[in-house]
């Protein structure tokens, strides 16, 4: 079956539906993560702390912490490497073009690949900043991860690259939570208005969330 | 009205083809748009010059042979085939640029003309009922619900044209294969392959080296039949069923 998955355009598909699904879940759970930082350092911190101890006792100190960030980067690798494959093989479906050009399909649409892209870039940047310190802007201190978001959100690159991202983000959402329901089967002509809609929600909220965050820091309610 | 066309020319499958500049004159608005292309084809024979090849049987758009791009859509700018396109929706003075559906898995065989074998390969793997020669069954012997009924025939207005091809950025196939697997699973007549059908049909239009779906509909708004963009996901669901199916045998 796993074999039938892969091989099959449709099936590919699938594959990149599912992990895409995986990782907006993870977000929306991020962001509600993500808004404490307005309660203050203290809360923050407490709060990113508490992200290792979860399940203890029956797991250990991190090891939560540490299924959820692999199945990520299984989701994040096989989205990413699914979408590359399928690209390749719709452009060497079309390689001709029309010599008479029409705008076509909605502008999130359009934007899929190119989206995905950056967001692929954001992720690693993102990580490197703030989860491992490696590119940090000042002194990266582990366990102080309210210090660490303002030193970010101190800089304006890091403000740039950030709100560019979940700009970024929005669109993917509006056209991919939507699409998935299509490829997973479960949209329908009933249905239809309601995915939609809640596909430009979701969008909304996480793209106006994380972005609260930079402007919070920005505007200085947050320092 | 005196028009202008731009019109795709190749001399066979292997030579590279370019767009060749035309004028017509005294064209009807009545006139159909393949009876526009009539005119133009006299005027060249007349003139000594190689006749436009492009596609054509019915002309009543129920055969699907027609297929021209028509100013950069699929069939011309009304939901309707190209036969049953009429000039009164061009203005006097117009430059029309007409191109043959372009995907990898429809090679032009000649100026307007597409090879669209890679459709009838598709049905040959799937989009058949097994089912007893001979007379005609009694019509009330296989009962099917109303509801079913409508989503088939829906499903069965297809016409095979390769206009959801030609519109998708992609070359995919997804919109005929789906009406033509969601005419027949939804049928107690498709229901013994049911799941072979989706499967095999599926591989099939892979196999031709169509593209996947990304969803942008163009497809389902260049067809000139109205096969949904939904149709698309109905199938997705039975390939689906099928793949945990066959994974559990
Ligand atoms: C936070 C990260 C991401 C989330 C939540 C996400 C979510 C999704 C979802 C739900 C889909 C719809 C699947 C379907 O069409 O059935 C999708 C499609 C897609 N994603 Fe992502 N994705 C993310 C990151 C990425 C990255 C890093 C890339 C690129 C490497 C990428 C490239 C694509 C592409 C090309 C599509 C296909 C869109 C289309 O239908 O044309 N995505 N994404
Ligand atoms: S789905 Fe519509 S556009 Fe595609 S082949 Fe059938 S009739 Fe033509
Ligand atoms: S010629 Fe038959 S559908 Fe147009």
Redesign the pocket.
């Known amino acids: 079956m796993a074999r039938t998955m892969w091989d099959s355009s449709v099936g590919k ?1 699938t594959v ?2 599912v992990s ?2 995986i ?2 879940l993870y ?1 929306v759970a991020h962001v509600i993560g993500n808004l404490k930082i307005f309660f203050g350092a203290e809360e923050f911190n407490r709060y990113g702390h508490w992200l290792r101890t979860v399940g203890e006792p029956f797991m250990h100190y991190e090891w939560t912490l540490w299924l959820v960030r692999i199945v990520l980067l299984v989701a ?1 690798v096989a ?2 490497t699914s ?2 494959q399928l ?1 390749r093989r719709d452009i060497k479906a079309r390689p001709s073009k029309y010599v008479h050009k029409k705008p076509r399909a909605s502008y999130a ?1 359009r934007t ?2 190119w ?3 950056i ?2 870039l954001f ?1 690693v940047w993102h990580v490197l900043d703030l989860t491992t310190g490696t590119v940090h802007p000042g002194g990266f201190q582990e366990g102080h991860p309210y210090q660490n978001v303002v030193d970010t959100f101190s800089t304006w690159y890091g403000n740039v690259v950030y709100i560019a991202a979940m700009l970024a ?1 929005g669109l ?2 509006r ?3 939507w ?2 329901a ?3 089967g479960v949209g329908s002509r009933t249905r239809d208005r309601a995915l939609k809609t809640i596909a430009n929600v979701l969008a909304l909220l996480l793209t106006a969330g994380f972005i609260a965050v930079p402007v919070g820091v920005m505007t200085g309610v947050v320092s | 009205m005196k028009l202008t066309l731009r019109v795709w020319r190749q001399k066979n499958a292997d030579a590279e083809g370019a767009m060749s500049t035309y004028e017509v004159d005294d064209i009807s608005p009545d006139m159909s748009f393949l009876e526009m292309l009539d005119v133009l084809n006299e005027q060249l024979i007349l003139s000594g010059e190689e006749p436009v090849a492009f596609d054509h049987d019915c002309r009543e758009g129920i055969c699907g042979a027609c297929s021209l791009v028509i100013n950069g859509d699929a069939h011309g700018p009304e939901r309707t085939t190209t036969c049953q396109l009429h000039m009164r929706s061009f203005q006097d003075g117009d430059t029309i640029d007409i191109e043959p559906w372009r995907a990898s898995a429809f090679p032009v065989i000649k100026d307007l003309v597409v090879d669209r074998s890679a459709f009838d390969r598709i049905i040959q793997a799937g989009g058949y009922i097994t089912a007893p020669t001979g007379s005609a069954p009694e019509a009330h012997a296989t009962p099917v619900p109303k509801a079913d009924a409508d989503f088939a025939f829906e499903h069965a207005e297809c016409i095979g044209c390769g206009a959801c091809v030609a519109a998708c950025p992609n070359g995919a196939a997804m919109l005929f294969t789906s009406a033509k697997v969601n005419h027949l699973n939804v049928l107690p007549q498709g229901a013994p392959e049911r799941e072979t059908r989706v499967l095999d049909m599926v591989a099939q239009m892979d196999a031709e080296g169509f593209g996947g779906c ?2 942008t509909g163009e497809c389902a708004t260049a067809c000139p039949k109205g096969i949904p963009l939904m149709s698309i996901t109905s199938m997705n669901k039975e390939w689906l069923r099928a793949t945990r199916k066959a994974g559990k045998r």
């Open positions: 598909k990149m539906a895409g699904v990782m907006l977000l994040v989205h990413a979408a590359y690209s649409t899929m690949r989206g995905g892209v967001l692929g992720i983000l993917h959402i056209h991919g939570f699409s998935a299509q490829t997973l | 990304t969803l």
